[in-house]
């Protein structure tokens, strides 16, 4: 069974940093792409970053840019996002995402885990 486990999560005031992680399991890690995706409340959900399957190669939105930082370690199948400089623009639910192949039907589908709330407020 795919896992993804997001944590980290909090209140932080304007300025300040929070590091999530997404600790996955039930495919093999090594092999995927992952994301990163906010929901802001009233609001669709928002890509923030990407980091392919080694870790070499990261792609960020564009207001995150300089501020946060994508990063895995495979050995323990986990993702991470450190941001920084956090602004009130920043507050929403984070979710760790991937698209994995199902070879029955040929196809990638898309995993979610539960997400993890961060709140930017003074």
């Known amino acids: 069974e795919v896992q993804l486990v997001e944590s980290g999560g909090g209140l932080v005031q304007p300025g300040g940093s929070l590091r999530l992680s997404c600790a996955a399991s039930?495919?093999?890690?090594?092999?995927?792409?992952m994301s990163w995706v906010r929901q802001a409340p009233g609001k669709g959900p928002e890509w923030v970053s990407t980091?392919?399957?080694?870790?070499?190669?990261?792609y960020y939105f564009d207001s995150v840019k300089g501020r946060f930082t994508v990063s895995r370690d495979n050995a323990k199948t986990t993702l991470y996002l450190q941001m920084n400089s956090l602004k009130p623009g920043d507050t929403a639910k984070y979710y760790c995402?991937?698209?994995?192949?199902?070879?029955?039907?040929?196809?990638?589908?898309?995993?979610w885990g539960q997400g993890t709330q961060v709140a930017v407020s003074a």
């Open positions: 039930g495919f093999t890690f090594d092999d995927y792409a």
């Open positions: 980091i392919n399957s080694n870790g070499e190669s990261t």
């Open positions: 995402t991937t698209d994995l192949f199902d070879g029955v039907t040929g196809s990638y589908k898309p995993y």
